[in-house]
């Protein structure tokens, strides 16, 4: 069975700080996808990124990056500088192909204090 | 383009009274899912389409809950005799399933928060 742990339920930040959001997943597939979403106050779920199993490169767009390792079956997040914009709850999520329904972590929710 | 848009919004029922929820997924995406987001219990699968049949179910927590797509497009989630502990928001996402094993993103949409009095 699948399943993703997000062990952090709530983080608060003073702005500008940088803050790492924690995933840790399990399955027995050797052909998954990992997600982060983001849901903003406003309800509607955000993708940010995707990662297949078999690509283990780290990925940094702009204030966010994200670890992925296998070793530790983990896929972490981390906001650089964060803003009081980027105050959401934030989902981990795992899937073992295409056309297969997301299994989500219990989500991260972050406020980030001016 | 349009993305997933979901009706109602919000809808407010008394407890035993039967709803349904729609999802109108983006056009051309022939895959279509169902989750709910209750506090405390994060993001839950309930069904999949794909086309007009579901081949995964599994996530549907009792025979209180069923669901339907027509025309390979919309879709209806219908919940009989609600109960307290169905309040939650109803998220539909829908994809375009593309070439075999490649990932195709869930696009969601807005959500219908239910509340069951």
């Known amino acids: 069975a699948q399943k993703v742990t997000q062990a952090q339920t709530e983080i608060s930040v003073v702005e500008k700080e940088d803050v790492t959001l924690d995933c840790v997943y399990e399955t027995r597939d050797t052909t998954y996808y990992l997600f982060w979403y983001k849901q903003p106050p406003s309800g509607e779920l955000v993708f940010l990124i995707r990662?297949?199993?078999?690509?283990?490169q780290n990925e940094i767009s702009g204030r966010y990056s994200w670890n992925f390792q296998k070793s530790t079956s983990s896929f972490n997040f981390t906001i650089t500088a964060s803003q009081v914009v980027d105050s959401a709850v934030y989902f981990c999520a795992l899937s073992y192909s295409g056309n297969t329904p997301l299994v989500f972590g219990k989500g991260t929710r972050l406020s980030v204090i001016a | 383009g349009a993305g997933v848009s979901q009706s109602p919004s919000n809808k407010v029922t008394e407890k035993g009274k039967d709803v349904e929820l729609r999802c109108d997924p983006i056009?051309?995406?022939?895959?279509l899912y169902w989750y709910r987001q209750s506090l405390g219990q994060g993001l839950e699968f309930l069904i999949y389409f794909q086309g007009n049949s579901a081949p995964d179910k599994s996530g549907l927590p009792s025979d209180r809950f069923s669901a339907e797509r027509t025309g390979g497009s919309v879709s209806t989630l219908t919940i009989q005799r609600t109960q307290q502990e169905d309040s939650a928001v109803y998220l539909c996402?829908?994809?375009?399933?593309?070439?075999?094993?490649?990932?195709?993103?869930?696009?969601f949409g807005p959500g219908t928060r239910l509340t069951v009095l």
């Open positions: 996402a829908s994809s375009y399933p593309g070439l075999v094993g490649a990932y195709n993103e869930q696009f």
């Open positions: 990662r297949n199993s078999f690509d283990e």
């Open positions: 056009s051309g995406h022939t895959a």
